[in-house]
């Protein structure tokens, strides 16, 4: 909340590794009432928030082009930098925002 009333910036913690040992679900649970969006490292990591209820955004950090259907499946967002990936994602329905760089998304 002060970090919102301080700045325009979107805030994104970064869940990984079990919250660095604070545990994902305590953690993933209370943050999502004070942000907008979390990262995670993997797509295993941000399956596990959707099944447990998370219900804001979840950018994860490291993606395969092969994890495409469970990225979309699951309306996680990542980073795009292979054309493989993009042409993976025009496989399945629209679900997945790719970020082309820093300040576009398309």
């Known amino acids: 909340e002060v970090l919102k009333q301080h700045t325009n910036s979107f805030v994104m913690p970064i ?12 953690v993933g649970l209370f943050l999502q009432n004070y942000v907008d969006i979390i990262g995670v ?22 993606a395969n082009y092969y994890e495409a259907k469970e990225i979309v499946e699951n309306n996680l967002k990542v980073a795009v930098a292979d054309i493989k990936f ?5 496989l399945f329905p629209s679900g997945a925002v790719l970020v082309t760089s820093s300040h576009d998304v398309v």
């Open 15 to 26: 869940l990984k590794a079990n919250a660095y040992g604070s545990g994902y679900l305590p």
């Open 86 to 90: 993009i042409k993976e994602f025009s």
């Open 41 to 62: 490292a993997n797509v295993v990591e941000g399956i596990f928030y959707r099944k447990n209820n998370f219900k804001k955004e979840i950018f994860v950090i490291h």
